[in-house]
């Protein structure tokens, strides 16, 4: 590609994940109570049911992940990442009209199953940037995301001021503006000759598995990929409702909390990640990111005063490093034209570690304030993530670092 497409395609990239970001940071402070509203039921009743909402999107996007992916490496990516993305604003469309909680299920289901926008963003970056700057690029996809996550959740809490459902359609606005940006500007990434053939036996979840399990080292690494997503959604499935049972604040106070996540997040992915990985290379990286996210777990399975919560909420965003440093070091173990088939696999396990994620810790939250719980301790989620955050540390301890792997597959 020409350096003149590489940086249209990384613009539209960042925008569109930053897109993502604002629109998901918009709904979440609105969303529980959205709930609470459709379903008469108290807030508490409202996190297990915001965790099955969650839970119908992980299996969606778990089951789709690797079919996106592999028809990004058989058709390229900007035919895939643009229905991606249409499909992310259909989906407020209908949360934003839900008359019934069904229709929330429905509009999750239809963006998982179009695999949202991560996989085909991934894809996108690993096509246009160098083994050895794949964790800096995929880290500017983070660093979009906390971009946007300084945004949303913001503008989310005073759009709330104005009914529960203004966020969504805002939200869907932002959405098919980015589309139809794309249809303009996108070009595609993956030239005629580096594709190859659909395959079913590869476009599941095991076929991806047992197609990828030829490149050493990548199923370990891909298991603390995925028990990191189970421990990483502890934020966004249940802040929502643990900040305002635990603290008692209100959407806007969410919206704020969440956009100091989001801040530290983008300043730590644009500013910080790709020096460390640099300096310590992506394993020790992602180890000491996994340990900043251990202490935040365990500080707020514990704290109960809101000052102690926002400070942490400022530095939290260090655990960001992981997920690019794993990615990159799975990226370098895979040859160009199965990517995209990488990143529907990793697709599917952030999907799958976002369907256990709210069924963990929802219920959790859900069963220890509920009026009957037979002792309160609404930091059981967290506690849960501690114990998975020190799982997922003691994988990755065990990898070997990776090589890297030419266009031809040799190492």
């Known amino acids: 590609m020409q350096e003149r497409d590489k940086n249209n395609a990384k613009r539209f990239v960042i925008l569109t994940v930053f897109s993502y970001s604002v629109g998901f940071g918009i709904i979440m402070p609105v969303l529980p109570q959205l709930i609470v509203e459709l379903e008469q039921v108290s807030l508490s009743q409202a996190a297990y049911i915001g ?11 778990f089951l789709m992940g690797p079919i996106v992916g592999n028809l990004s490496d058989r058709f390229g990516r900007r035919p895939v990442f643009l229905l991606s993305l249409f499909g992310y604003g259909v989906d407020f469309i209908l949360m934003g009209l839900a008359p019934s909680i069904l229709w929330l299920f429905i509009g999750r289901g239809i963006a998982g199953a179009l695999g949202a926008v991560f996989g085909p963003a991934n894809a996108v970056m690993a096509d246009i940037s160098s083994s050895e700057d794949r964790a800096r690029s995929f880290g500017l996809v983070g660093a979009a995301f906390g971009i946007g996550f300084i945004v949303g959740p913001a503008i989310g809490g005073f759009l709330g001021e104005w009914g529960t459902r203004a966020p969504f ?3 869907a606005g932002l959405a098919f503006i980015t589309f139809i940006y794309g249809l303009i500007a996108f070009p595609e990434t993956m030239p005629e000759d580096a594709r190859r053939p659909f395959n079913f036996n590869r476009a599941n979840p095991f076929g991806a598995l047992k197609s990828l399990r030829q490149h050493t080292g990548v199923l370990r690494i891909s298991l603390v990929y995925f028990v990191w997503v189970v421990c990483a959604n502890i934020y966004p499935m249940t802040w929502g409702y643990f900040a305002p049972i635990v603290y008692g604040w209100d959407a806007k106070m969410v919206g704020v909390s969440l956009t100091l996540v989001g801040l530290s997040m983008a300043l730590v992915q644009a500013q910080l990640l790709g020096r460390f990985v640099n300096r310590f290379g992506e394993r020790h990286t992602a180890i000491f990111g996994m340990a900043v996210g251990l202490l935040g777990m365990i500080v707020y399975s514990l704290n109960t005063l809101p000052a102690i919560a926002l400070l942490l909420c400022a530095v939290i965003g260090l655990q960001s490093m992981v997920m690019p440093s794993i990615n990159s070091m799975m990226s370098r173990r895979i ?9 529907g696999f990793n697709a599917s396990m952030a999907a799958l570690g976002a369907l256990f994620a709210p069924l963990l810790y929802n219920n959790a939250l ?3 304030t509920a009026e009957n719980a037979a002792f309160y301790f609404p930091g059981a989620p967290f506690a849960i993530g501690a114990v998975l955050t020190v799982l997922a540390l003691l994988i990755l301890v065990s990898c070997k670092p990776v090589a890297t792997v030419s266009a031809d597959g040799t190492i």
């Open 335 to 343: 040859p160009a034209n199965a990517q995209g088939e990488l990143q």
């Open 169 to 171: 359609f805002v939200a």
């Open 366 to 368: 859900a069963f220890y």
């Open 51 to 61: 965790g099955w909402i969650a839970a119908i999107y992980a299996v969606c996007q």
